[in-house]
């Protein structure tokens, strides 16, 4: 479906340019690390806008990282914390680890926070449009947690867009009064990675590279 990121970030853009009422304000656009701020990077170019990123991290699973079991982001130092209940109760996760796992990703936030930034304050979204861009959401889980983050920041209004999401995440995200904006959502779904033709990882350098390019 997308050649590569850069790709999915044309097609995108593209398409905010139609979907976003900006009125008189510049929106500012916030990457979701990493994957997502390659695709946010040539949004922001589309859409003339500031670049900045938002991260959210997943709460791993006891003996299993990957696993989520809820997602955490921090909107001025404060937490925003979401579980899924259903994964926590199957797997009989212990409140004391999810404390503990919180912190363990509020820690990883501000490192990576430090380490993105590069010294450089974070762009202001108070009465503006953020629009926080990844790559792909399966079920949205980090993507809320950074919503919601965001939305304690007093913008005017808060998009989620990507490039390629799950009918029902559409649905789940406009239930909660969220916007999510996707270009493609194919069913049945599976995993972001498979609708693109180039899905490698994408490293820290990379990421920094893209946002110093547009702080230039």
């Not at 629009?131 to 949205?140: M, W």
């Not at 980090?142 to 999401?165: D, E, L, Y």
């Not at 029902?168 to 493609?184: I, M």
């Amino acid at each position: 479906m997308f050649r590569d990121r850069e790709e999915a970030g044309q097609r995108l853009g593209e398409y905010l340019k139609e979907r976003l009422a900006t009125g008189d304000g510049r929106p500012v656009v916030l990457g979701i690390p990493r994957g997502g701020v390659i695709v946010a990077g040539v949004v922001a170019s589309a859409l003339a806008a500031p670049l900045d990123v938002i991260v959210p991290r997943k709460l791993g699973a006891p003996g299993n990282p990957e696993l989520a079991v809820g997602a955490l982001a921090l909107a001025d130092g404060e937490e925003i914390a979401l579980t899924d209940d259903r994964t926590v109760r199957a797997l009989g996760v212990a409140g004391s680890y999810l404390q503990e796992e919180i912190e363990r990703q509020r820690r990883e936030i501000l490192r990576r926070e430090a380490a993105y930034r590069e010294g450089h304050a974070p762009e202001p979204v108070e009465g503006r449009i953020a629009v926080l861009v990844d790559d792909g959401v399966a079920t949205g889980l980090t993507a809320r947690a950074a919503a919601r983050a965001v939305s304690r920041r007093s913008p005017r209004a808060v998009v989620v867009a990507v490039p390629v999401a799950p009918p029902e995440t559409v649905r789940e995200f406009a239930a909660e009064g969220l916007r999510l904006e996707a270009l493609e959502t194919p069913s049945p779904f599976g995993a972001v990675g498979r609708f693109y033709l180039d899905f490698r990882q994408v490293e820290d350098d990379e990421v920094n590279a893209v946002l110093r390019a547009h702080r230039h």
